[in-house]
């Protein structure tokens, strides 16, 4: 269903930018390996959220 898939996507957008607001603290003060960590985090969550995205359209698309 489309719909989960939005949902999936969704979850991973904010998962993604609750990572990036905790890599932006750890290098605001100095612990640039934290931060890199909250990075990648927020990498891997964002191409989730594409993925579910891609999926998401593509069963959008056959539904109609």
């Known amino acids: 269903m489309a719909r989960d898939e939005h949902n999936k996507a969704a979850e991973h957008h904010e ?16 612990d640039h390996t934290k931060g890199k960590e ?19 359209h593509t069963k959008s698309q056959q539904q109609k």
């Open 38 to 56: 909250h990075s990648n985090n927020a990498q891997q969550h964002s191409q989730n959220a594409r993925q579910h995205s891609e999926q998401a």
């Open 15 to 30: 998962n993604a930018a609750k990572s990036h607001r905790a890599a932006a603290e750890h290098h605001g003060k100095g």
